[in-house]
């Protein structure tokens, strides 16, 4: 009976241990968040000039090891997945500033998605590596397209804080909804019975089990019957 008690309050205090290591090393990154980005849009001029939070941020991430990654529930993976993601995108513009928009980042043989630029497990891969060899792969999870973001005024946008393992559901929903609600994320014409849609269904049609029932669980419209177009997505850098 002792024994069980014991390795009972060990797994639990080692459990607190990692929550606890898993939500700290995230406040940096809310921090720089809360000071660059205001309504999805951020002031990368700012970010350059005072980078070193940033940039320690983006180190603390590169010292995870896979070992302490793959003891993390499915959450904690993903919230650390998307911060890196999302991280390493503002790391490509600022090292890159000024730019007009992402899409300019590059040359015709190599563009910004393709560049090794994250730090994960002691490799170096590229934003293409890290979203679909990585997170598309290893979650089911449709929503992350509206929290991956591409530094673009036509993507979701960026949220304001980290996102954590405890939250994430709730900020994945919030994403959604507010994607939805904006003119970039979907455009009802009722007289002409036609939905605009963000290019992202169309890019990421297999991720989406429905895509009218996917909409209508998130803005509560139903779609079904309506003619869908596409809207043109702006690639315009979603800077302040």
Known sequence: MRIIIKTVFLFFVFSQLSFSFTADIHKKFDNVLKTYV?????????????????????LSLSYVKESEYNSWDTNTKLSFLINLYNAATLQLIIDNYPVKSIKDIGNIFSGPWDKKVVKLFGNKISLDNLEHDIIRKQFNEPRIHFALVCAAKGCPPLR???????????QLNEQVQEYLQSNYGMVVDYQKNTVFLSSIFKWYDEDFSSIDDFIKKYSLIDIKNFNKKWIKYDWSLNEK
């Open 160 to 170: 304001f804080e980290a996102y954590t393992g405890k939250k994430l559901d709730a």
């Open 38 to 58: 205001s309504n999805g849009l951020v002031d990368y001029k700012s970010l350059l000039q005072n980078r070193k939070q940033f940039d320690d941020y983006l």
